[in-house]
């Protein structure tokens, strides 16, 4: 007599397991339990990998959406390999007129701006009384010389809280000499 799969605990990590031919061969072992299920008690194992498995998906999904824009400029800029080496929670890209063509859903997570309300605006609307001259003076002088650079910055998010802002950004030069810019950012202490 088969022992029917609805009786297992943890059944939905043990599917995830499968491949989709084992998933085929399994299905029809699948019947509703003929017992209450018990509460899951594994999570606390689960969970960790399940965040790092999430994380790994939207920094894909980011990836994705960059190489799209990087087909349409021909940037020679690796950046699978910049992602990969620098931490980061937002990402913002804008053209050689410093307007934001792009951001990820981590920008809105640490700013509090929906990624709408960024899209053609200049990154100065994070800035505010408390933010360097000097360093937004020393960051438009890199920008300027289209080399990759570190700087740390004030800014503030939408409910007015100012944090240190650890800004990584890269100049992505295309075959026709276009240039746009790809920030890596990050709250610092």
Known sequence: MKKNLGDMMCLDIYLSSLSKAELEKVKKDIKP???LA????C???YYPKYQQNLKEAERETELKTLHKYSGKFNWKTDLKKVLKTYPYKALILT????????????FSEMTGYPKSYAINRSPIFLQGENTSEAVKLRINEKIEQNKPFKEVVVNYRKNG??????IQIFPLTGNNNSIHFLALEREVA
Do not use: Q, S
């Open 33 to 35: 339990p003929k017992r």
């Open 38 to 41: 018990p509460p899951l008690m």
């Open 43 to 45: 999570w606390e194992f």
């Open 95 to 106: 053209n050689e007129t410093k307007r934001i063509l792009w951001v990820n859903d981590g």
């Open 161 to 166: 809280e100012m944090y240190n802002c650890e």
